[in-house]
């Protein structure tokens, strides 16, 4: 719609230049044609800018997804080897990490439209990773989780999990 208003106003432009170089008509303003040329460019302009936006949109949502897909199998290797472990000695705590583990999965995979989720979202999701870490190191881990600030607020999707993950 914006091309297409901005080249219907350059053509109005134009013929209105055409009438008046030809005396058919005789404003007092004189040509138009510069003014309908500029805001051809000022619509062609705003039309590069949406589309500028849009793929700057979607590449970002392509790196999430990629950055995502990434992290995952680091943590779904270590999480399984630590089923594996304490499967040899503890089926309860098994059947514990697994709920865990099956209310992690259920989280990561609720994926918001926009690239923020809500800080309730991602502590959840970095408690139940510290849950299930917690069970693979037992006594050696101690993991507190000591929030006093508003959880629901929006923040970048899986920022929490890295940071997480590499300091356990």
Not at 5 to 14: L, Q
Not at 32 to 56: E, K, N, P, S, T
Not at 69 to 75: G, N, S
Not at 121 to 136: F, G, P, S, T
Request: charged share 20%; with cysteine; aromatic share 12%.
């Amino acid at each position: 719609w914006l091309n297409l208003c901005g080249i219907v106003v350059a053509a109005a432009g134009y013929v209105h230049d055409d009438m008046f170089w030809m005396n058919i008509i005789n404003p007092v303003y004189g040509e138009l044609h510069h003014f309908g040329l500029l805001f051809f460019l000022l619509m062609q302009m705003i039309v590069q800018a949406q589309r500028i936006r849009r793929y700057f949109n979607e590449t970002m949502t392509a790196e999430l997804k990629f950055r995502q897909a990434q992290i995952k199998p680091h943590f779904l290797y270590n999480t399984l080897n630590t089923i594996v472990s304490v499967s040899h000695y503890d089926p309860a705590k098994v059947r514990e990490l697994l709920i865990t583990f099956s209310h992690y999965l259920r989280r990561s995979f609720d994926f918001s439209p926009g690239h923020m989720v809500p800080l309730d979202n991602e502590l959840e999701l970095a408690k139940a990773y510290a849950d299930i870490e917690n069970a693979r190191f037992e006594d050696r881990l101690s993991v507190r989780f000591d929030i006093s600030a508003n959880t629901s607020v929006n923040v970048p999707m899986l920022m929490l999990q890295p940071v997480i993950e590499n300091a356990i």
